[in-house]
């Protein structure tokens, strides 16, 4: 079974600043993708970047990117000149590639501090 | 479009009683999922559904929990009889699985419902 983990339960940084947020994962597939979804407090749960294991490039999405290593099961995702609406809950998940049903972390709550 | 819908958006129920969660998926989507979080294990898939048919629903905790999907624009997850461990906040979500390979590439998520039992 695949698992996801998201080894820091809580982080905080000032305005401005970068961060990284890290996750691994465990899974015995080669094809499959890799997700960051974000959850503010209004609970709504939005997809911040998308990863296919198959491509090397790094995914990015404006201040976002990711550091996708393979071989070592490793997707961080890296967000720079951080703002205060940046303050949400972030959860790594993954998908095998050929299945329907994404598999999620517990998380890493990230306060941005003025 | 409006979205995922999801019904009620906050629920209080006494330990011992029955609780239904009502969703309606994106029209056109053929994939439902509900899930569940808690502070403690995070979101956790409990069933999913394609073309209305349940495919996987080894996340299901208990006996106590059922969910059906009568026709491709709703489903309920039901809890029967509900538990304090039950609370948590429950999401479905849906999307559009297509191709060959499968692609789920999106998951559309509604906003929740919080369920706290007595």
């Known amino acids: 079974a695949q698992t996801v983990t998201q080894s820091q339960p809580e982080m905080s940084v000032q305005e401005a600043e970068t961060v990284t947020l890290s996750c691994t994962y465990d899974?015995?597939?080669?094809?499959?993708?890799l997700f960051w979804y974000k959850q503010p407090p209004s609970r709504q749960m939005i997809l911040v970047i998308r990863?296919?294991?198959?491509?090397?490039q790094n995914a990015t999405e404006n201040r976002f990117s990711v550091n996708f290593q393979k071989a070592a099961k490793s997707f961080s995702l890296k967000i720079s000149d951080s703002q205060l609406g940046d303050t949400a809950m972030y959860f790594c998940?993954?998908?095998?590639?050929?299945?329907?049903?994404?598999?999620f972390g517990k998380g890493t709550r990230l306060h941005i501090l003025p | 479009d409006a979205g995922v819908i999801q019904s009620p958006r906050h629920e209080v129920t006494e330990m011992g009683q029955e609780v239904t969660l009502r969703c309606k998926p994106i029209?056109?989507?053929?994939?439902l999922f509900w899930y569940r979080q808690t502070m403690m294990r995070g979101l956790e898939l409990l069933i999913y559904?394609?073309?209305?048919?349940?495919?996987?629903d080894s996340g299901m905790p208990e006996d106590r929990f059922s969910a059906k999907m009568p026709n491709a624009s709703f489903s309920t997850l039901k809890i029967q009889p509900s538990e304090p461990r039950d609370s948590a906040v429950y999401f479905c979500?849906?999307?559009?699985?297509?191709?060959?390979?499968?692609?789920?590439?999106?998951?559309?998520f509604g906003s929740g419902t919080q369920l706290s039992v007595l």
């Open positions: 979500a849906s999307s559009l699985v297509t191709g060959a390979p499968r692609t789920n590439e999106k998951l559309f």
């Open positions: 899974t015995s597939e080669s094809n499959y993708y």
């Open positions: 990863q296919e294991a198959y491509k090397q």
């Open positions: 998940a993954f998908m095998k590639l050929r299945d329907d049903k994404i598999i």
């Open positions: 029209s056109g989507h053929n994939s």
């Open positions: 559904f394609n073309n209305n048919v349940p495919i996987d």
